[in-house]
């Protein structure tokens, strides 16, 4: 980040968006919305080569990137209510509530981000959460990020919260996952330890760094396809894009997630606009009643097509 109040990022363009147009390539490549990519073109904040494009130029491999993204001031991100259509309550009873997140929704407010929360989603449909944790992630847990979907609890009551916080920091709630990653892991099966922080050049970043928190992954290949492998994925720890870091840390990240090296060429081909990660299975005891509690959550559309796609590549 610079003095001027921007965020820099800086880098060439990958053979994969190679005759992209700019606006729907850096809008891949940064998570970005294109109308936002349109906008930092219209005030000359990118630039291709040290010349500033327009939305229809093409992008070509090798070519230096240059976004200058403005700084937004500080602020306390409020809990907007928001429906969300597609997000369906799986679990739901007077302390805690269940929800199958669909993809481009966060878990809760934050600086910066415009779209669609949880919070905000349960908050529309009338659910009132528990009022512990900060003011914009009252009754959050736990979190995914905004481009995974599946299973994410939510605290309604104060006694849900404080028992579901332990329980998470004990490592008594279990979370599966699913993901397509590229390649083939060897060994098929195998445990990923390795401490993670910020990545210190990019700050929108994670990444494996000596003196980072402590970070464990358990992956199980479930289904080896030809330029692809279906993992099942068990987190002991709980750290901020956890998977992602990991399986790129071992050259084999999520299909479709270009924030961490993916190939854009195989996510296109699959049809695949975001990271193939979905959070399938969440097992825990009931914060208050102590009953076991195993829920499930299938594939959605987006993932289950680019699914089949891998399975037919020849």
């Known amino acids: 980040m610079t003095a001027s109040g921007f965020e820099e990022r800086h880098l060439p363009v990958p053979e994969g968006l190679h005759g ?3 606006d729907v390539g850096v809008a891949r490549l940064l998570g970005l919305s294109r109308t ?21 130029t093409r992008l070509k491999a090798g070519a ?3 976004v200058h993204l403005p700084v937004a ?12 259509a597609d997000m369906a309550v799986v679990y739901d009873d007077p302390d805690i509530v269940v929800v199958d997140k669909p993809p481009g929704v966060a878990a809760h407010p934050s600086p910066g981000w415009e779209g669609p929360t949880v919070v905000g989603a349960l908050a529309a449909a009338g659910f009132r959460i528990a009022t512990s944790g900060a003011a914009e992630r009252q009754g959050v847990v736990h979190r995914l990020d905004v481009g995974t979907s599946g299973l994410m609890v939510v605290a309604k009551s104060e006694r849900a919260y404080s028992a579901l916080k332990r329980a998470f920091r004990e490592r008594s709630v279990r979370k599966i996952y699913h993901a397509l990653v590229q390649g083939h892991p060897d060994p098929v099966r195998g445990t990923i330890d ?4 910020r990545h210190p050049v990019h700050d929108y970043r994670f990444a ?62 699959l049809g695949v606009q975001r990271q193939w990660l979905h959070a399938v299975r969440l097992s825990f005891d009931h914060p208050i009643l ?11 559309g987006d993932l289950a097509a680019a699914l089949d796609r891998a399975r037919r590549a020849a």
């Open 20 to 22: 992209e147009r700019v």
């Open 36 to 56: 936002r990519v349109d906008q930092l073109i219209a005030q000359e904040l990118i630039r291709i080569d040290g010349q500033v494009p327009t939305k229809s």
């Open 64 to 66: 230096w990137l240059e």
């Open 73 to 84: 001031a500080p602020r306390e991100p409020a809990v907007v209510p928001t429906p969300v």
């Open 194 to 197: 390795a401490p993670i922080d």
């Open 208 to 269: 494996v760094v000596a003196g980072g928190k402590p970070s464990v992954t358990h992956y199980t290949t479930l289904e080896a396809l030809p330029a692809a492998s279906l993992l099942e994925i068990e987190l002991e720890t709980g750290r901020t894009h956890q998977i992602r870091v990991h399986m790129a840390a071992i050259r084999h990240p999520c299909v479709g997630d270009l924030t961490y090296g993916a190939d854009p060429t195989l996510a296109a081909r």
């Open 290 to 300: 102590g009953d076991p509690l195993d829920l499930t959550s299938p594939y959605p």
